[in-house]
């Protein structure tokens, strides 16, 4: 049985949590999910590392929502080597999924990133665990988590 992190925050707008565990029970079994939630992006890295050596996880999925100012921006990229470095310690995925604020023009379109990008992330953590074929048959697909995707680019043969 693989078991899976899922950590988020009380300072994102959306509970992406929810949508990225939900996702995940529709994707497969398997798996025992162990949640956690920390108050603030900065707070990630230390509760997936936790969670890594207190619940022998396989894989950790980091939801955060960065505010728009750029003080927010800054603490995300903190956040985000934080991240990285916990994954190279325990040698095990961590999916760092962030919306940032930003990047949609209002609440609704804010919930719909955030739910989208969520669910997508968790379905690639799934396929990390489980289905590692089907990441390699998107490889230079130009997938994108929450948009609509870029697509491949043509090459001339």
């Not at 988020?8 to 999910?33: C, H, K, S």
């Not at 900065?42 to 999925?61: G, H, N, T, Y």
């Not at 919306?99 to 992330?121: I, Q």
């Amino acid at each position: 049985m693989k078991r899976i992190g899922v950590v988020d925050t009380t300072f994102a707008r959306v509970d992406m949590a929810w949508y990225a565990v939900r996702a995940l029970e529709g994707a497969g079994t398997g798996f025992r999910v162990v949640r956690r939630t920390v108050p603030g992006i900065k707070d990630l890295p230390v509760a997936c590392r936790r969670l890594f050596q207190e619940e022998s996880l396989d894989l950790c999925l980091a939801l955060g929502m960065p505010g728009k100012a750029e003080y927010d921006k800054t603490c995300a990229h903190e956040a985000s080597l934080g991240l990285i470095l916990t994954g190279v310690l325990e040698a095990k995925p961590v999916v760092e999924c962030f919306v940032f604020e930003g990047e949609a023009s209002d609440a609704k379109g804010l919930e719909t990133l955030a739910r989208r990008r969520a669910e997508e992330h968790a379905l690639n953590a799934y396929a990390l665990l489980f289905r590692p074929e089907r990441l390699a048959r998107a490889a230079g697909g130009g997938l994108r988590q929450g948009f609509v995707d870029a697509g491949p680019v043509r090459r001339a043969r």
